[in-house]
């Protein structure tokens, strides 16, 4: 299960550096190690979203919220970079795809 985190902390790092298809497969890596981890999830939803694949990126989606019922941009911007500004302008590619995605402001 400890895999799913790294490979969702990969993930997220190949997202803001542009590299969406590896991104995508770090991923499913992750979810293949644990598909209780909803980062991956965001991941998924974030790349695929950047690379105008909405059917996959609204369907990543919708598993990031079955995990995460409550979750929206705000929660998750908080999850990730908490409150500090340069943690929050670093993961602005990631949280634009998951917008993009569908994923409410809050």
Known sequence: ????VWYGIIGRAEILLGKDEQALKTARKGIVANSKHPHNYAVL???????GRMEQARSALRELLAL??????AKYRDQ???????????????LEGLRVAGLPES
């Open 1 to 4: 299960p400890l895999r799913s």
């Open 45 to 51: 939803a974030s790349g695929n979203a950047h690379l």
């Open 80 to 94: 990730v970079a908490g409150k500090e500004p340069l943690a929050i302008k670093s993961y602005g590619r990631l």
């Open 68 to 73: 995460q019922p409550k979750i929206n941009l």
